[in-house]
C-alpha cells in the first residue's frame, strides 16, 4: 500500500472513531534473487511493505493502544529473520527488522498494557514462494507447515504475552541452530534449502 493510501485509510478509521483493540501486521513480500541482480525498484518495493508499511501501521496503532491502556500488536517475521540467507539478502534483512522492533516495543509497551508479540514462522503454505519467484526443493516441501497452525500458534503467543512465537519444532530448532552454528555451516545448509 503506498503511503498516500495508507494515511488515508488511518485517517479513515480515526474519523470514524474506530478503535482498534489487535492489530496483525502480516507484511510479508520476499523475493528471491541475487542482491545485485535485484533492480532497486523491486527492493526498494519489499522493503517498503515490509518495513516502512509495517513501522507505520504499528506507530499508528499502539500509540492509540498505549493512551487506552490496552491493546494487542502481533508482528508477523520470519525465521530468515535469524539468518543471513544468500539469495533472500534483502528479505532476511527486513525481518530481522521487524524482529527487532517487536522486542523492543514489547519491552516499552508492556507497562502500558499493550502485549507486543513477534511471530517468525518458517515455510508455510501460502503463495509467498510463488510470489518471490522461488521453486522448492523436495526437502524444503516437507518442512512446510500449515497456515492454520501457524496462525493458531501465534494468536495463543499473543494472548499469552510473548515476546516471539516460532511455530513449529523444526522451526525453532532452526532459530537455536542459528544461534548456535557457525555462519559458513549456517550459510551452506540455507543455500541448500533455498
Known sequence: MDPVSRQAMLDALDGRGVKVDILINNAGLGLQEPF????WGDL????DVDMT???HLTHHFSTRMQA??????LLVASVAGHMAIPGYAGYSACKHYVRALGYA???ELRPAGVRVTVVSP??????FFDVAGHQRNLLAKLLTGKSEAVAWSALKGLHRGRREVVPGLINWLATLSARLLPY???RRIMEILF
Request: negative net charge; aromatic residues 4%; without cysteine.
Open 44 to 47: 526498494q518495493g519489499m522493503m
Open 68 to 73: 487506552r491502556g490496552e491493546g494487542y500488536v
Open 184 to 186: 559458513t555451516l549456517m
Open 105 to 107: 516495543l514489547n519491552g
Open 53 to 55: 508499511a509495517l513501522t
Open 122 to 127: 518458517g515455510a508455510t503454505e501460502t503463495e
Open 36 to 39: 545485485v541482480a535485484m533492480p
